[in-house]
């Protein structure tokens, strides 16, 4: 079935990187933008950063832009968040979001399990 | 970069009432307006796309209104299984901020 599982949070010291990867299965993953939303401990949702289908166009949310990339594989249908100098603000469940129909303006209606990350010392 | 904003940031209301949540973006947005479900522990699911587009599967109780700047969703015979945490989102184009959220319970 269409899916998006996401994989490689944890614990991490402020200052620190860390990966986070979202597999998608189900559909053609090269035609869809793959979003990144996190959300801290109860907080509301945050949007994080956009990939478009071919990785050409990327986007971030103010609060992580310099710190963060977002990349993918469309041959291994994977997204990629790729996190830099983390913050404890920065502690959250990510989840990757995959747009409704294959163009740019979507809402988000495929959505992972998400993956938690702490950034503590 | 444009705002969202909802109200109320809770509500308390009877299983059969009617429920209007409301959402205002700084700016215009046309009809880019999405609406999602988050129950508790769990992952958000879609209810509401271009402002008033009942996703499919999604009870017919549901329904939104609104577009440019000033929208709401509307739950015309509220149900237990409606307990959540509803949050608007503009999408449009970069950032596609979410609103801060509106808790709705059961009274």
């Known amino acids: 079935q269409v899916q998006v599982v996401e994989s490689g949070g944890g614990v991490v010291q402020p200052g620190r990187s860390l990966r986070l990867s979202c597999e998608a299965s189900g559909f053609t993953f090269s035609s869809f933008a793959i979003h990144w939303v996190r959300q801290a401990p109860g907080k509301g949702l945050e949007w994080v950063a956009v990939?478009?289908?071919?990785?050409?166009?990327?986007y971030y949310s103010d609060s992580v832009k310099g710190r963060f990339t977002i990349s993918r594989d469309n041959s291994k249908n994977t997204l990629y968040l790729q996190m830099n100098s983390l913050r404890v603000e920065d502690t959250a469940v990510y989840y990757c979001?995959?747009?409704?129909?294959?163009?740019?303006?979507?809402?988000?209606?495929?959505w992972g399990q998400g993956t938690m990350v702490t950034v503590s010392s | 970069d444009i705002q969202m904003t909802q109200s109320p940031s809770s509500l308390s209301a009877s299983v059969g009432d009617r429920v209007t949540i409301t959402c205002r973006a700084s700016?215009?947005?046309?009809?880019?307006l999405a609406w999602y479900q988050q129950k508790s522990g769990k992952v958000p699911k879609l209810v509401i796309y271009g402002a008033s587009t009942l996703q499919s599967g999604v009870p017919s109780r549901f329904s939104g209104s609104g577009s440019g700047t000033d929208f709401a969703l509307t739950i015309s015979s509220l149900q237990p299984e409606d307990v959540a945490i509803y949050y608007c989102q503009k999408y449009n184009s970069a950032p596609f901020t979410f609103g801060p959220g509106t808790k709705v319970d059961i009274k």
């Open positions: 990939a478009s289908n071919d990785g050409n166009n990327k």
């Open positions: 979001a995959r747009v409704a129909v294959a163009a740019w303006s979507q809402p988000f209606d495929i």
């Open positions: 700016q215009g947005i046309s009809n880019y």
